[in-house]
């Protein structure tokens, strides 16, 4: 891998355009797709009303998601008006799900590729520019783009994705992603641990692992054996001064000795994000979570024997189907005891084909979903100041990423716990550098300290 082609080329040759819906996979995939259209000779363009191509690559994981990128489908009809021979590309989620449907219902949409099909898009684009339609929706047992440096689009040269595995076999009565992503793979350790060195000579400083469930990540090949600990540890021991975080576990598979493993190496970060959905136990059952109430206090108990100073941070759904209101207060006093630091809380959004919609009724009003989430946000509001109000006083260690959108005289940047910190800026500092910052005051989303 080569630390020249870390970030986008530009220049002459016809230009792409990538916008980007969803989660950290879908982000990480588009610089995958950079990475193939770049070797295919195009260049990058942040401009839209300069590409040749613009792809969108999308999210299906609840309907207001795709509403949004039909929103955005209409209002691209206006470059292809200026533009004939402008190429519009579908891909990711949304694609792998409607596929042909997307062509068919919105006449402007000249490629649709899903999530496994990246590697065919030169040729789709090809396809396409000779007029015919071009869909290549095929999942994979086996793909990874394993050997692909992606391109890096992040904007602060500090913190980036790598992918370790793609797709999801859990099942989740709600969840549209295994049908969308298709069966569970785990990427060769060798190219994540080599993609991981390439970032920190490039002078990155955090790398997130990603999966849907990162915790049953596991390579079986050729005589070597990697389960997540053992890739955890070999990618933390790059440098000490190289971050690790990872994302998602799922509670199920969060093991002692992961916790053990964190607790070994101070740059894997003291954050686990560990999506509860829900605190009651009947809910989980119907939700095919695979976990009850108590087994998930469990995980949270061993965190906190293990790693004392770790943040806890989860996902949360109002209004699943049949849910009580008994049901809902689970949810919140569960929320109260494992104290988390935060949140991403959604309502239930029924999903086509999911268990869900194939057995359950989608019987809880919007209304009463509605007020079961604001309730929810406002726990975790008040949850998330309580956790900020703590740090006041305390010093942290801060990866410096960025200056801050307030203040040009700020920078702003993640303790080990990813709590966001805003700080003075001072000359000798500079973004990718490691400050100790004593914090002085806080709100519910920000520390704000000083430079010690
Ligand atoms: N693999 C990850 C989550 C991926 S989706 C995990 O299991 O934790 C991210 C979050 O979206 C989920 O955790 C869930 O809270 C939410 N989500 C998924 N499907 C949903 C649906 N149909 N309606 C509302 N929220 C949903
Ligand atoms: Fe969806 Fe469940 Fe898989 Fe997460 S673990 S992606 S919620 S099926
Ligand atoms: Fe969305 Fe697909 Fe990610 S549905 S959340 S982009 S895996």
Redesign the pocket.
Same mark, same amino acid.
């Given at each position: 891998m080569d630390i020249k082609n870390l970030r986008p080329l530009t220049g002459e040759g016809r230009k792409i355009y990538i916008e980007t819906? @969803?989660?950290q996979?879908?982000v990480n995939d588009s610089e995958v797709v950079l990475s193939i259209m770049q070797d295919e000779g195009f260049r990058y363009t942040e401009d839209i009303a300069q590409a040749d191509v613009i792809f969108v690559? $999308? *999210?299906?994981?609840r309907d207001n998601?795709e509403q949004r990128i039909w929103g955005r489908l209409k209002e691209f009809k206006q470059y292809k008006k200026r533009n004939k021979s402008l190429l519009i590309g579908i891909i @990711? *989620?949304?694609a792998e799900r409607l596929k042909e449907e997307l062509i068919e219902k919105e006449n402007i949409v000249d490629i649709v590729a899903g999530?496994d099909s990246y590697r065919d898009l030169p040729r789709l684009v090809r396809q396409a520019s000779d007029g015919a339609t071009a869909v290549n929706v095929l999942l994979s047992r086996e793909e990874t783009y394993a050997e692909i440096s992606p391109v890096r689009l992040d904007k602060n040269g500090v913190s980036a994705f790598i992918s370790i595995m793609r797709g999801c076999n859990n099942m989740c009565a709600y969840c &549209? &992603?295994p049908y $969308?992503?298709g069966t569970e793979r785990s990427r060769n350790p060798e190219t994540i641990i080599a993609e991981a060195k390439t970032l920190f000579e490039g002078g990155y400083r955090e790398v997130t692992l990603l999966g849907?469930n990162v915790n049953s990540y596991l390579w079986n090949k050729d005589g070597n054996k990697t389960d997540f600990p053992a890739l955890l540890a070999a990618v933390a021991e790059i440098s000490p001064l190289l971050r690790v975080r990872f994302s998602t576990s799922h509670p199920k598979d969060l093991s002692d000795e992961l916790l053990h493993t964190m607790a070994r190496y101070p740059n894997l970060c003291r954050a686990i994000h560990l999506p509860a959905q829900s605190g009651s136990t009947r809910m989980l059952e119907l939700m095919n979570r695979k976990y009850s109430r108590e087994w998930y206090l469990d995980r949270i108990a061993s965190i906190r024997r293990i790693l004392p100073d770790c943040a806890i941070s989860t996902d949360i759904i109002a209004g699943f189907c049949t849910e009580t209101e008994q049901d809902h207060k689970d949810t919140l006093s569960l929320m109260e005891s494992v104290g988390y630091e935060s949140a991403f809380m959604f309502k239930y959004s029924e999903r086509p084909n999911t268990k869900a919609a194939r057995h359950f009724k989608d019987d809880v009003p919007d209304d009463v979903k509605t007020q079961r989430l604001t309730q929810i946000i406002q726990l975790q509001n008040e949850l998330s100041l309580k956790s900020n109000k703590k740090d006041v006083g305390r010093e942290f260690e801060v990866l410096i990423e960025g200056v801050s959108k307030r203040s040009e005289n700020q920078f702003f940047g993640r303790t080990s716990q990813n709590k966001v910190v805003v700080f003075d800026r001072k000359p000798s500092l500079k973004i990718g550098d490691y400050v100790n910052v004593k914090i002085n005051d806080c709100s519910s989303a920000t520390l704000m300290g000083e430079v010690i």
């Amino acid at each position: 891998m080569d630390i020249k082609n870390l970030r986008p080329l530009t220049g002459e040759g016809r230009k792409i355009y990538i916008e980007t819906y @969803g989660c950290q996979m879908n982000v990480n995939d588009s610089e995958v797709v950079l990475s193939i259209m770049q070797d295919e000779g195009f260049r990058y363009t942040e401009d839209i009303a300069q590409a040749d191509v613009i792809f969108v690559n $999308t *999210c299906s994981i609840r309907d207001n998601a795709e509403q949004r990128i039909w929103g955005r489908l209409k209002e691209f009809k206006q470059y292809k008006k200026r533009n004939k021979s402008l190429l519009i590309g579908i891909i @990711g *989620c949304m694609a792998e799900r409607l596929k042909e449907e997307l062509i068919e219902k919105e006449n402007i949409v000249d490629i649709v590729a899903g999530p496994d099909s990246y590697r065919d898009l030169p040729r789709l684009v090809r396809q396409a520019s000779d007029g015919a339609t071009a869909v290549n929706v095929l999942l994979s047992r086996e793909e990874t783009y394993a050997e692909i440096s992606p391109v890096r689009l992040d904007k602060n040269g500090v913190s980036a994705f790598i992918s370790i595995m793609r797709g999801c076999n859990n099942m989740c009565a709600y969840c &549209v &992603v295994p049908y $969308t992503r298709g069966t569970e793979r785990s990427r060769n350790p060798e190219t994540i641990i080599a993609e991981a060195k390439t970032l920190f000579e490039g002078g990155y400083r955090e790398v997130t692992l990603l999966g849907q469930n990162v915790n049953s990540y596991l390579w079986n090949k050729d005589g070597n054996k990697t389960d997540f600990p053992a890739l955890l540890a070999a990618v933390a021991e790059i440098s000490p001064l190289l971050r690790v975080r990872f994302s998602t576990s799922h509670p199920k598979d969060l093991s002692d000795e992961l916790l053990h493993t964190m607790a070994r190496y101070p740059n894997l970060c003291r954050a686990i994000h560990l999506p509860a959905q829900s605190g009651s136990t009947r809910m989980l059952e119907l939700m095919n979570r695979k976990y009850s109430r108590e087994w998930y206090l469990d995980r949270i108990a061993s965190i906190r024997r293990i790693l004392p100073d770790c943040a806890i941070s989860t996902d949360i759904i109002a209004g699943f189907c049949t849910e009580t209101e008994q049901d809902h207060k689970d949810t919140l006093s569960l929320m109260e005891s494992v104290g988390y630091e935060s949140a991403f809380m959604f309502k239930y959004s029924e999903r086509p084909n999911t268990k869900a919609a194939r057995h359950f009724k989608d019987d809880v009003p919007d209304d009463v979903k509605t007020q079961r989430l604001t309730q929810i946000i406002q726990l975790q509001n008040e949850l998330s100041l309580k956790s900020n109000k703590k740090d006041v006083g305390r010093e942290f260690e801060v990866l410096i990423e960025g200056v801050s959108k307030r203040s040009e005289n700020q920078f702003f940047g993640r303790t080990s716990q990813n709590k966001v910190v805003v700080f003075d800026r001072k000359p000798s500092l500079k973004i990718g550098d490691y400050v100790n910052v004593k914090i002085n005051d806080c709100s519910s989303a920000t520390l704000m300290g000083e430079v010690i």
